[in-house]
């Protein structure tokens, strides 16, 4: 246990008590509670359709075969990226073509995305890493060139936003993570989002099994082979309760983050957090950048404050380094440098002034 914790979820009152009224209910699997919690999403996204499936992992895996991704096709993502983007990739027969990140955003390189564009490529899986948005511009338009699907991998960008619109509706399918490192958390679960009501049919149906709503009015029918991914009614009681004050959830974030970047500025050794040009960062982690990273952060965790890496370099997992089923491509020299480098600081919603004023002084004080 740390003085001061990496992440701590933070649960209103009313949480207990919509859990509670769930289990009064009996009502215990996916019903209304979810259905209110998917209605909430949209509405704040302002997107046309949301699903709550059991994990960012899985819901990334159904939006992949609702697009068509399977055996042959090609899926262009980034290196700096946690596993399950690829492994989504993988689990439906697809190739993951790994790519380069920019250091500085740690977002995917966008140029190198286009150079490993080939005829069969079927889609790009830019990842909106930490909160950073990725230029929809630039995806976009390598999308349109080469006539691509585009899934964006929005684990942590829950409330972020580019060109002052929120990611969710931008690509053709997003997928966020409600993980407990994440400031809406069901403890465990993903949401999907799109505009299209096509691939919302789709993969409503793949995730109830394969059930035919139009054809079920006497008895299910199923039309097609599909999964269950759905999300209880107890867990979605945690993510109502929250989506009842996203915005002050997500106001905090950035107040506590704009609050590291004053008080980090001009320091030695340490080297802020970039955004996109024309996005808005929703924080979901502070990561700085510092050279001797697994030193520092060791003296960090000695002196009572939870750091920790920022995420993985797929090049140096053996799940993909050593797999024939997937492309590396290039060096993946920016994507080694953050991953060396980046290291994630404390970040909560009742995280005090105090607390990051300790979290400050004890960065200043390892790095030395
Ligand atoms: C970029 C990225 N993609 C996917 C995932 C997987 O999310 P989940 O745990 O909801 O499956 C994570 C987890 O943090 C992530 O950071």
Redesign the pocket.
């Known amino acids: 246990m740390y003085d001061i914790p990496l992440m701590r979820p933070h649960l209103p009152d009313a949480a207990r008590e919509k859990v509670l009224e769930v289990l009064d209910s009996g009502y215990l699997t996916e019903g209304p509670v979810t259905r209110r919690f998917e209605e909430m999403c949209c509405d704040w996204l302002g997107v046309g359709h949301a699903l709550a499936v059991t ?3 899985t819901g ?1 895996e159904m939006a992949l075969r609702a697009l068509g991704v399977g055996p042959g096709d090609e899926v262009v993502l980034p290196d700096y ?2 596993p ?2 690829a492994t989504a990739v993988a689990l439906v027969g697809a190739t993951p073509v790994v790519v380069d990140v920019d250091p500085a955003t740690m977002l995917i390189d966008y140029e190198a995305m286009e150079r490993a564009v080939t005829p069969r490529t079927k889609a790009l899986l830019p ?1 909106s ?1 930490f909160g950073n948005p990725v230029d929809q511009g630039r995806v976009d338009a390598v999308a349109r060139e080469h006539g691509l699907r585009v899934l964006e ?1 929005a ?2 960008a829950l409330g972020a936003s580019f060109g002052g619109e929120k990611v969710g509706g931008m690509a053709d399918v997003s997928v966020f ?3 407990p ?1 994440k400031f809406v958390t069901t403890g ?3 949401l999907v989002t799109t505009n299209d009501p096509d691939l919302d049919a789709w993969m409503d149906s793949f995730k109830h099994f394969g059930l035919d709503r139009e054809a079920s009015r006497e008895g299910a029918v199923f039309s097609m082979v599909g999964s269950n991914l759905k999300l209880s009614n107890l867990q979605a009681a945690l993510g109502v309760a929250q989506m009842e004050m996203v915005d002050e959830l997500l106001a905090r974030r950035r107040e506590l983050a704009a609050n590291y970047l004053d008080l980090l500025a001009g320091t030695g050794g340490v080297e802020l957090p970039a955004t996109t040009p024309g996005g808005e960062h929703s924080w979901q982690t502070f990561c700085v950048l510092v050279d001797g990273r697994d030193e520092v952060m060791a003296r960090m965790r000695a002196a009572g404050v939870e750091a920790q890496i920022g ?1 993985y370099a797929l090049h140096l997992q053996p799940a993909f380094r050593d797999n024939p089923a997937v492309r590396l491509e290039g060096d993946m020299a920016g994507s080694r440098k953050a991953f060396d480098r980046a290291l994630a600081l404390p970040l909560y919603h009742t995280m005090t002034n105090a607390e990051q004023e300790r979290v400050v002084d004890t960065l200043r004080e390892a790095v030395r």
Do not use: I, P
Request: proline residues 0%.
């Open positions: 994990s960012c992992t990334l990226t946690y399950a983007t990842v890493l991998d684990a942590c993570s409600l993980h490192r465990e679960g993903g995420t």
